[in-house]
Each structure stands twice: as C-alpha cells, then as structure tokens.
C-alpha cells in the first residue's frame, strides 16, 4: 500500500531531493550568458563609436558590467561545484589518445583508463552502498551495470558529457529503512558523493510501514569535464561503435521526471548531508 505522506513530508522530499541540480543549471547558464556578454560589449562598443548620445553609452556600459558580472559568477560557480563532484579526467589536447583509452584515463586512479570507467563507477557505486548498511539501509539488488564504451579510442573525442547507466536509463533502485527520517537521510546522503559526477534522484516513493518502509526511486549520474576531449586522432583506425555511457547532452540532463521543485533544487548545496565517499572505492 503506498504511504500517504504529509504536507511536511512531502517539503521534506522536495529538500532532500535536491541533489545539486544546481550544477546542471550553471553548466546550461554558462553559455548563454557568455554569448549574452559578447553581444551585449559589442552593442556597447558599437554605441560608443557610432557618436550615440552620452546616456545611451552609459546605459549599454552598465549592462555590459552586469552581463560580465553575471558570467564570472557562473564560471565561478562551476569551478566549485565541479571540483566537488566532477572526476579528474585525462582531457589534454597534447596526451596520448590511446594511452588515455587505455591506462591513463583518470588521474587519480593510476593505471585505468576511459574505457575502464563503466567498471569502475559501477564497483564505485555498489561500495558506496555498502556504507549505507551502517544506516540500516537495505539495498535489494547490489549491482549497478553499465554499458562498456566502443573499442575505438577515437569516441572519447564524443563524450563531451557523459550519463550513467545511460542517457533516458536511469537505475531503478529500491531500498528498505526502518522510517521516514531514515529515508530522509538516505536521500540526503546522496549531496556527499563526489568525484563521481553530479547524482540526481528521482521519482521517489513509498510503500509498506514502518519498521519495513520500502523507497524506491531513480538515480543517475553525470560528468561533464572541465574541459573538451581530446580530438579524434586520424592514424587510429578503430572500430564504429557508440559509446555506452557517453550520451545524455543537456536535453537529456534536464529531464528524469524528480518531484523537487526548481527552487529547491538551487538550493541544494547549501544543505548537503552525510554520504561522503565510499569506502575502499576512492
């Protein structure tokens, strides 16, 4: 039977569920509000050399110190959030296309490369699970797979961004937690994952009573480099598969179906709770 839940209960779901969606919102704001400040400098400029009137030039000067103001804080904020949540990729124009395929693909795990990341995010994932039980959180199925990547190393030159398990194909998970403050915790948790990408929870419910209270939701991941892949590398001549776990654009991004309102979601970093890192799965 599903639980009815309460005004205050479904805030508390609301605030719980805002995984750090903030960051999808820099990332697509960055952009736009580059482009807006290059038009905005040029109409100024442009203002000011055509002989516009004294006020004319000062309003457009003004705008374009917002329009600055407005993109260094963005760019700012994604540097914070990223370097909280975005792993540390081997994304160097000058480094090896294949080595970086290979074995020196993340910085900070030697040895792996780009293709081992479906393996390793998934073990990743099922370790920090693991840490969960510690909260009387019972995962029904312990298993987290992801597609594997193409056999050509010149894909990596695609994964602009990149979605786990996949882009539209969230993980279905279902947990058991003794109470609702239990599985409140339990999404919270979710805002100390990091280096992992950004984790997004949705469509949350809940069914039984207390102390057997079952949460099911969705839950995806997703990395977006600080900066672009390598480019393709025309001497390698690789296979013409697509990449697992490497769609997901920012179309894909925005949507998943979560209940949290925007408004919660902007604020959810400043609310993050428990989670940390897995351990044994650094």
């Given amino acids: 039977m599903l ?40 109409t100024a400029e442009t203002t ?12 457009k000067k003004k705008e374009k110190e917002r329009e600055q ?16 949540y975005m792993p540390d990729l081997n994304f160097d124009k000058k480094a090896d296309l294949i080595s970086v395929y290979q074995n020196k693909g993340l910085l900070d795990r030697q040895g ?25 959180i019972a995962l029904e199925n312990p298993y987290f797979p992801i597609d594997g990547y ?35 915790a339990h999404l919270r948790s979710f805002n100390g994952m990091r280096r992992h990408g950004m984790p997004v ?25 600080g900066t672009e892949p390598p480019s393709e590398d025309p001497r390698i001549a690789g296979g013409t598969g697509t990449s697992g776990g490497g769609g997901g654009g920012m179309s894909g991004m925005m949507g998943g179906g979560g209940q949290a309102s925007m408004m919660s979601m902007m604020g ?9 890192s897995a351990k044994g799965a650094e």
């Fill in 3 to 42: 639980k009815k839940l309460t005004t205050g209960q479904i805030v508390g779901i609301g605030v719980a569920l805002a995984v750090v969606l903030s960051l999808v919102m820099v990332f697509a704001m960055i952009r736009p509000t580059q482009q807006k400040t290059a038009e905005t400098t040029k």
């Fill in 48 to 59: 000011e050399t055509e002989g516009g009137t004294l006020e004319k030039v000062s309003g």
């Fill in 69 to 84: 103001a407005k993109a260094k804080k963005a760019e700012d904020d994604w540097r914070v959030y990223s370097k909280d």
């Fill in 112 to 136: 792996y490369g780009i293709k081992d990341i479906p393996t390793v995010w998934g073990t990743w994932l099922e370790a920090w699970y693991r840490t969960q039980r510690e909260r009387n």
């Fill in 150 to 184: 193409s056999a050509d190393p010149n894909e990596i030159s695609k994964l602009a961004n990149m979605t786990f398990p996949a882009a539209g194909k969230p993980w279905n998970v279902a947990v058991t937690v003794k109470d609702f403050g239990a599985a409140m």
């Fill in 201 to 225: 929870v949705s469509n949350v419910a809940f069914e039984g009573h207390s102390p057997n209270l079952r949460l099911t939701y969705d839950l995806m991941l997703y990395v977006i480099p």
């Fill in 268 to 276: 959810a970093r400043g609310g993050a709770g428990g989670g940390g």
